[in-house]
């Protein structure tokens, strides 16, 4: 079955640790994408990547890193800089071909500060 | 700057019926694409329904359906005959693709379904 993953659906983050989540894709997709999610409101980008080994940083990416070494591959590093990384975390991806714009999600990862 | 607003926080119907649920956005451009996702209580988000900018006609999954002004800037949904398993969040979302490529979402309506 083609559809994007990712793990781990719950993580636990003590003070002053980088914690990596992982997205994986098997649709062959060109782009990959990182948003938040906080109570009570939609969704923000952190990154994006159109291509292998180049990643754009979208509106909040303060505190996040990422890395893009093979297509089907996008993890996303929450650093100790992001003072307040409490939140729902969901991978997307997409087809770069106009005539097919839609982004689809995994099933996210909810990250928890101890 | 690109924004989308949802003003109904929350809305309600009962089973087989229509509900209607209301999405304006904020553009200069003239190439886009707007969605409608689901996100059930998974959390995981699902495609509803989408529309391209330049097509004037109105989008139709199934049930759902659309309503797109582009002139007035709205894209509202349509679900006809309603069932409980549309009960969830639904988010209206604003794609750019020139100089950035991402969506662009509004905060949400949360629809209730009744028997």
């Known amino acids: 079955d083609g559809g994007i993953t990712q793990s781990p659906k719950y993580l636990f983050r003590k003070e002053g640790q980088n914690v990596t989540l992982s997205c994986e894709q098997n649709?062959?997709?060109?782009?990959m994408y990182w948003y938040r999610q906080d109570p009570g409101q939609g969704l923000r980008l952190i990154y994006y990547?159109?291509?292998?080994?180049?990643?754009q940083k979208g509106d909040i990416a303060e505190g996040y890193s990422v890395s893009r070494e093979k297509k089907e591959s996008f993890p996303l590093t929450v650093t100790s800089a992001q003072k307040n990384p409490t939140a729902f975390y969901l991978c997307?991806?997409?087809?770069?071909?106009?005539?097919?714009?839609?982004?689809?999600f995994g099933p996210g990862t909810r990250l928890l500060v101890l | 700057a690109q924004t989308v607003t949802q003003s109904q926080p929350e809305m309600s119907v009962q089973e087989a019926e229509t509900v209607t649920l209301s999405c304006t956005y904020d553009?200069?451009?003239?190439?886009?694409?707007l969605f409608w996702y689901k996100q059930p209580p998974s959390r995981q988000m699902i495609l509803v329904i989408r529309?391209?900018?330049?097509?004037?006609q109105n989008a139709t999954e199934n049930r759902f359906s659309v309503n797109f002004q582009k002139a007035a800037k709205s894209f509202s949904l349509k679900i006809s005959d309603s069932q409980l398993g549309d009960a969830a969040m639904y988010f209206c979302?604003?794609?750019?693709?020139?100089?950035?490529?991402?969506?662009?979402f509004g905060t949400g309506t949360r629809l209730q379904v009744f028997p």
């Open positions: 997307a991806s997409s087809i770069q071909d106009r005539a097919q714009e839609t982004q689809y």
């Open positions: 649709l062959n997709h060109d782009a």
């Open positions: 990547s159109q291509i292998v080994n180049d990643f």
């Open positions: 553009t200069s451009e003239s190439d886009y694409y």
């Open positions: 529309q391209e900018a330049y097509k004037q």
């Open positions: 979302a604003y794609r750019i693709f020139y100089n950035t490529d991402k969506l662009i």
